[in-house]
């Protein structure tokens, strides 16, 4: 590495170093002499006023009747609107976000503007939200994300970032919290746009509003990639010492040169996992530079230095070291808090703002004591050095050591007094969160364990002790959304996972049964020619088949309908056998003439054309004798679904038809629905519509179940098309450009790989918003989407 780049990076280290050491003697001496105590004190008081309701027999009754369980996000987004106590809610959540996020001064008329437009524009979208029937997973759906996505003509992007975190938490290590990973990286993403719509003037051209969205969201993840690919990998220890040093001097050389190097040979049980990280973060590296204005460029990387290196410094102390100093405790946090988020400004090449850059300096220490109180069990265990472990440790045998809790109150009273000048919106609000954060802390550790905390930790003044104390206990309305949505969101994700582990789990039980009842027996003194046919239908039928349609019918009769599981077997095998003939058909060299299927050669090549075809017909009747076999349901019923089924299968035909006379034709959109609803969409309605016959289902489920199927089997189809250029043979047990060779007709070739995308998620969509008005909550159909979409094979 070249020693003048090294030089210049650690003299811009001690340059901020410099600046994070006088900032923390400013605040030694306020600690030193209780400054914070009457400025605060003084504060409270005046804050108090308007926290603290005065005792009465009816508003004791009020509160204990009316008092609202914050876990229910929708119920107590209605009680603070029908208690009048939404608007002050907001006002004080959005302001926050104004001040930490966006670094802005409450006191400016053109922030309280913006502030109040943000306020109306939540109210409305709040509004709309409880006045609909969706359901609560719909705040954070993937079909809500991405219709705003077109709103703001932002589609591919959106697709882009979603396989992107999806590529992400598939490669995220044991050892490492996936889903607070992603959190954290999502939360930066978000940051960015922030910063990046904040920068936007309101005459802007569509056009140039969506390309900078665009780059504000890739930027975002090129930037907030760190987080779990550095930060959090680091941290985890997951690789060895040996590895960690050799993988933070490749990082340390990337900021310091601004080029990556090349990774080399890494061997071990972490080298798949190093080759993806490298490249993943070099292409996002590569991204930053690109988008960066080269005057921002010298700047950029020396903020980024001073950001790896302070976590650098706090990352190699150990808590068996008792001898670290309060500027060695505190000056790396100072650095880590402000640069972390003025990179995340710096990021999109923002005009430069030195009141921006000052108080994100003097406030990122704030947020972070108020993390890190948080926390500070957790980092205990990992044995991690943060200024609230280190004096839990040594506080008794450390007189010199600064109470982390009396700097946390310290540092409110000089952003409140020095900072932001006694601004009295700016008060309200950062007294409102100090105070709610330690009521959340002390509800979710018990009274116990706070009490316990606070004889650590509680100042040693015991009259301003006293005050805040009371406060916590009595204080109301200082809660915030961001809080709210952020537990509402943790809540459906933790739902989602488990559900989805669930359905994964139940696909894989179902498709092993499914798969121990689909061979066909033979019968005595069976002939020649007969057993062959059997032989043929059988080696059709193994492999490794996904069996989705019959798993879907399973699903829908016996969770949603409470059919009889032994009751619906027939029907199962029934709609195996009939798509396993499909197969067999779409395979001949008349048709797609497929050399593999379902990871074994395709049946005509095993035996023969004619047997093939044989086999296809014999399948069909199978398929219709095992309806027959339905004998626990009336026989009307059953009847119905036979005449349904029959209808069904003629109209696949004729969709297959469809496809063989479009070879070399280029249809129109319309017609290549028309096709894949007839050859794919309906096999996803009959798994979906033979059950509800049999559970004898009303008209309005029907249609519901019938519009989802359609929309769904279009985007299962697209994501087939997409599969056959991208996808991997070995994971699709086929080869893959059979589309290209036999000149058909493919949403790829038609829209191209982009517009296919974007038309896979505009029917994802369109099958959610289906099921808006079905009356039953079919949590399966949900995640049967996003296997459709996320699939390999």
Known sequence: MNDELTKNADASYQLAEQKAAGYFKSLYMQVAERAYVPILTKNIHWWKRSHIQKSSFLSLFYRIKKAPDRQDYRGYIQWLNYTGKLDNYLDRSISYIFMRDLGKALDSPDTQMKIRRAIDSLKEHLAAYMSSKRK?????????????????????????????????SANIPKGMDAENALRKLIKIIAGVMMHQIEEMDDGLSTEERTR???????????????????????????????ETERYSNLIRTTIITGVVPELGEWTGENAELIK???????????????????????????????FFYSQEVDRVKTLSNANYTNEELYIPVILKSASSRLIARSVI??????????????????????????????????????PY??????????????????LYWTVISNLIENVYNSDRKTCEV?????????????TRMGIEKYNEVMGIFAPKNPEFNYLVQSMVQKADDVDFFDKLLRDHMITILKNERKEQEEFLDTIKTVRNQIN??????????ISLENEYIIDAANYSLKGDGKRLRPIVAWMIGTKEYNLNESAILPLLKSLEYMHTASLIFDDLPSQDNAPTRRGYPTLHQVYDVATAELTGLFLTQKAIEEQTSLEQFDSDTVLELIRYSTGTTEKMCRGQAMDLGSKEKKLTLEQLNLMCFYKTGLAFEASLIMPAILGRAKELELKALKGFAYHAGIAFQIKDDLLDVEGNPIMLGKSIGRDVENRSSTYVLILGEEGA??????????????????PRNIIFLRHLLNYIVNRDH
């Open 276 to 306: 993806y990280i490298h490249s993943e973060l070099k292409e996002a590296f590569e991204y930053i530079k690109i988008h960066q204005k080269p005057e921002k460029m010298k700047s950029f990387l020396e903020e980024a230095y001073v």
């Open 389 to 406: 472990t280190y004096y839990m440790k040594y506080h008794d045998t450390r007189a010199d050591l600064i109470n982390p809790f009396e």
């Open 136 to 168: 609560e997973t719909d705040t954070v759906s993937m079909a809500v994300l991405y219709r705003k996505a077109q709103k703001e003509g932002i589609e591919s992007t959106v697709i882009w970032l979603i396989n992107k975190l999806k590529n992400v």
């Open 212 to 242: 900078k969205l665009d780059g504000a969201i890739r930027l975002g993840y090129s930037y907030g990639l760190t987080y779990p690919f550095i930060d959090d990998i680091l941290d985890a220890k997951v690789l060895s010492a040996k």
């Open 757 to 774: 995308r974007k038309e896979l998620w505009e029917h994802y969509c369109l099958a959610v918003e289906e099921l808006k008005d079905m």
């Open 516 to 525: 121990n009842i689909l061979n066909i027996k033979k019968t005595g003194n």
């Open 430 to 442: 950062i007294l409102d969160r100090a105070i709610n954060g330690l009521k959340r802390f002390k």
């Open 349 to 386: 090449s923002t005009t430069e703002d030195d009141g921006f850059d000052n108080r994100t300096f003097f406030y990122g220490i704030y947020n972070q004591l108020a993390d890190d109180f948080v926390d500070m069990f957790d980092d205990m265990e990992d044995g991690a050095v943060t």
